[in-house]
């Protein structure tokens, strides 16, 4: 199969940026998340968090996780290796530096499902790498039948999960841009656009100058 060629904009050298998605949920992140991570189109790679809990059967070192011990994990945090982390339950995840500063610097895109907390972590280190989007439901009271309709929660995890939504949903304001997720579909459409428009910024072209002098001398010629 011939591939396409490169267009000119295409050939021009850039640094990544890091895609943030955050919701309340229910309010459709983590459907959003794999639909352009999966696009081969998008070329997004996906943030694997590292984490002190056990591996589930079902889940494999690496792809879904990276599975450390507690020791490894606080010498990341205490070496500052890490763009964010959390404890939940007892177990520690996290998001190790070294392998987006990577991919970053190759170029490359990056995509996180991670809640405000672990944005304002991420932004306070790698500002102007990073596009935050915010998920909203159409009203609360479709946020609560979705959860109803996917039937993996109790009634009375259900209700947390709202009062959480609640408490989420007053960091909107926090957020570069906000996408009210009532079609799935404009949704997926309008979170396109965002990721088209943020890569051509020109702050993150770095090859642009190289490219404009070119054209200049060109000119001159």
Sequence with gaps: MIEPAKSVSDTIARRGLILILSSPSGAGKTTLTRAIAQDPAWALDLSISVTTRSRRPSEIDGRHYHFIDREAFEDLRSRDDLLEWAEVHGNYYGTPRRPVEKVL????????????????????????DV?????????????????????EDSAETIEKRLANARTEIQRWSEYDYVIINEDLQDAFRALQGILSAERLKRARRTGLSQFVDGLLAEAGA
């Design 105 to 128: 610097g190759s170029g490359r895109d990056m995509i996180f499902d991670i809640d405000y907390q672990g944005t304002r972590q991420v932004r306070a280190k790698l500002a102007q």
């Design 131 to 151: 596009v935050t989007v915010f998920i909203l439901p159409p009203s609360m009271a479709e946020l609560r039948q979705r959860l109803e309709r996917r039937a």
